[in-house]
Each structure stands twice: as structure tokens, then as C-alpha cells.
């Protein structure tokens, strides 16, 4: 069966710093991946996907993703974040194309000023 | 802004009631899926709708049905709520595969049942 680990519940990173928040997936192929983020009271948001080609994906808002199938990983990063990107943060895989995503349990990011 | 809408914002119920929320999508979306998002945890696949046809379900029991409209509309219902159903209930849509178009998400509905 699909999974999705996301290891880290809470990260806490200084404004400035830079970010990388972990996800790990279980499925037999390479699947569909994706990174979302979700602020109080917000809908979802695509951040970038990858589906096949260049492992390093870039997205909006400054982030960016690599895809290591050797790891079966995707990790999410920023080299410099700012007070808004506070937030949750899913990974989330498709499997078999549909758009029936199986997600993470998500990683609240904490700004720190 | 992702042209997906979703009604009512919040809703509250007691156990054992029924409950519709509403979905409109982006003019052109034919494909809906729903997703149920407990507190603190991420969103679980229900079910979605392609052309007004359920095109694939998740790990939900049958009392949790949907229907999608031709006015790019659909509808999650609950009967017989129970009190682990309170949730953000997220509608998605999209107007075709993911290798092609990108999945939108609506703001959500909290429903909490007592």
C-alpha cells in the first residue's frame, strides 16, 4: 500500500536560515509527488510537483524539491525563509495517476524572528 | 484564489444527524475529489468524482456519498454522523489528469459534531 512519512511534526528555523522538511514515500513505481502548504484558515496550496525528468523541481514562493529514488524520498527546501512561509507543510504522492493523493501528516513550520 | 468554492464555512451537528457540503469548482473541472482532514493530521482520500460518476473511493463506509452536478457543483453527504467525523472536509478539483493540470482546493468546511 501507499504511504507517506513526514518525520518531523514541528521544525523551528530562524527567519533567514535556511529549510529542508523530510518526506519519504512507500509505493512500488515512482509516483506522482507533490509538496503543498496549508496557513490557518487556507485552502491548500500547490507548492511544485514532479511526475518524471529533472530530479530537482523548482516551485513557487522560492522552494524547491528533490526527487532520489535511491532514498525513496522528496524533501522539500528554501535556502532562506521568511515570517509568512509559517505554516504546515504536506507531501503528498499519487500513485496510480488519478489524483487520489495519499498525504503525510504534515510539518508545522515555526518562524522564529 | 483557486476558483474553488465551499459551503458553509462551519457547520455544527449532533450525532446521529445528516450533513450536505457543497462544492463549486472551475467552470471546465469535470473531475472532484474530497478529502476528510482530522485535526493535526493530513487529508485522507473519500472518494472522486469524474463526469458525475464516482471514479474511485477511499478507505470510507457507505453512509459517506457524493454527487457531482454538470454545473461543475457536487456534494459530500454524511448520514448517520458520528463524532469522529468531525473534520475540515476539502473539496478538490481539476480538469484533467495530474500530468497535465494542477488540482485546486477550496478553502473547507469544518464540521463538528457533539
Known amino acids: 500500500a501507499q504511504s507517506v512519512t513526514q518525520p518531523d511534526i514541528h521544525i523551528t528555523v530562524s527567519e533567514g536560515a535556511s529549510l529542508e522538511l523530510r ?16 496557513s490557518p484558515g487556507q485552502g491548500l496550496q500547490l507548492l511544485l510537483k514532479y511526475f518524471s525528468g529533472d530530479t530537482l523541481v523548482q516551485g513557487i514562493k522560492g522552494f524547491e524539491a528533490e526527487f532520489k529514488r535511491s532514498q525513496s524520498s522528496f524533501n522539500l527546501r528554501k535556502p532562506s525563509v521568511h515570517w509568512s512561509d509559517a505554516a504546515e507543510y504536506f507531501c503528498a504522492v499519487d500513485g496510480d495517476s488519478n489524483y487520489q493523493l495519499i498525504w503525510g501528516a504534515g510539518t508545522k513550520l515555526i518562524i522564529k524572528p | 484564489e483557486t476558483g474553488v468554492t465551499q459551503s458553509p464555512t462551519h457547520l455544527i451537528k449532533t450525532r446521529g444527524q445528516q450533513v450536505t457540503l457543497r462544492c463549486s469548482s472551475q467552470s471546465g473541472h469535470n473531475t472532484v475529489s474530497w478529502y ?10 473519500i472518494f472522486q468524482y469524474y463526469r458525475e460518476e464516482e471514479n474511485g473511493r477511499g478507505n470510507f463506509p457507505p453512509r459517506f456519498s457524493g454527487l457531482q452536478f ?3 457543483s457536487s456534494e459530500l453527504n454524511v448520514n448517520a454522523l458520528e463524532l469522529d467525523d468531525s473534520a475540515l472536509y476539502l473539496c478538490a478539483s481539476s480538469s484533467s489528469g495530474p500530468d497535465t493540470d494542477t488540482q485546486y482546493f477550496g478553502p473547507g468546511t469544518r464540521l463538528t459534531v457533539l
Open chain 2, 36 to 45: 476528510q482532514q482530522a485535526l493535526g493530521q493530513g487529508p485522507q482520500f
Open chain 1, 23 to 38: 518526506c519519504n514515500y512507500s509505493y512500488g513505481a515512482t509516483p506522482y509527488l507533490f509538496w503543498y502548504v496549508q
Open chain 2, 70 to 72: 454538470p454545473n461543475y
